[in-house]
């Protein structure tokens, strides 16, 4: 969905109002404010969800676009975190240890009811199902499909290589698979790819290493575990000024070919054939999409 910016996706514990603070001054498009792992112990989720709904509700996210990481179908809190979320100021919700498309199917369903029953429009609450086994990664393409809401879907590296029973290592290589096979996945189903977070905060020059492998694997966004790395993730997640105009010259040369009766346009002596048109769309597409949050945001 082009309308949704989604190159930063920011983890938030939803309990801690520090670093709501601090999340609120931030530049991640998306806010991932937790009520799953990272609010512990478990007394604390109810903590959250009245912290998440202040918050929200006194306009501190207006900014940002709102998805609380809720609790799985199997924690016995899903039912509250939903209901008491499904809010103006949250656009839709992060669901955790999605195995099958069956239980995204389930959370739809669930949103579905509540969204009836507050007389909300049906459809409101979008998903982004968070992938983090082995199965989920060879049920990704099921993911994807179970559910009209779904607008990403994102890796979660250490549950699978706990799940894999793998070893992560330094160079990345026993993630390499899963990453391919999520983002193909995902762009097969016109959802976005969002990679895994990259867990040495403090490392950027590795940090940097990972956005250029994700960019070539074809990835939209990544998870984020802290503001400092959110100008890197943005650069290498929106267009460059050169990747812009180059744009923007195949499109011309594109057209005037068109108008000109010829097949085929030539730039920089290289054939421009339909897949680097539409490529080329979608990188002018995603440059407006960026300077409308930019202006918004001023």
């Known amino acids: 969905m082009p309308n949704h910016l989604l190159r930063s996706l920011l983890f938030v514990p ?27 112990p478990a007394s604390n989720k109810a903590v959250a969800r009245e912290m998440i709904k202040k918050w929200v509700g006194n306009g501190s996210f207006l900014k940002h676009l709102v998805f609380p990481r809720v609790n ?51 459809g409101t609450f979008k998903l982004i199902p968070l992938i983090e086994t082995a199965a989920a990664v060879l049920n990704a393409q099921d993911i994807c499909q179970a559910s009209n809401r779904v607008i990403a879907i994102a890796f979660g590296c250490e549950d699978f290589i706990a799940d894999l029973e793998g070893i992560h290592d330094h160079e990345g290589m026993s993630i390499l698979s899963p990453r391919a096979i999520i983002a193909m996945a995902a762009r097969a189903n016109g959802v976005v790819p969002v990679d895994t977070v990259h867990i040495n ?53 594109s057209e005037e070919a068109k108008l000109d009766g010829r097949g085929v346009a030539i730039m920089n002596g290289k054939f421009i054939g339909p897949p680097m048109v539409s490529a080329a769309r979608k990188i002018i597409e995603r440059a407006e ?10």
């Open 14 to 40: 939803g309990h801690n109002e520090k670093l709501l603070s601090s999340a609120a001054k931030s530049d991640a498009d998306v806010l991932l404010l937790d009520i799953e792992d990272s609010v512990q």
């Open 72 to 122: 799985d179908r199997e924690s016995g809190f899903l039912l509250q975190d939903i209901h008491s979320l499904t809010i103006p100021g949250v656009h839709g919700f992060m669901y955790p240890k999605s195995v099958l498309g069956e239980d995204v199917y389930f959370v739809d369903k669930l949103l579905e009811t509540i969204e009836y029953e507050k007389g909300i429009e049906p």
């Open 201 to 253: 905060v403090h490392d950027l020059a590795d940090l940097e290493k990972n956005l250029i492998l994700a960019r070539k694997l074809g990835y939209e966004g990544m998870l984020v575990l802290h503001p400092k790395e959110l100008p890197l993730v943005h650069k290498y997640f929106s267009p460059s000024e050169v990747e812009i105009q180059s744009a923007k010259d195949m499109l011309r040369l």
């Open 289 to 298: 999409l960026i300077n409308k949050k930019t202006r918004n945001n001023h």
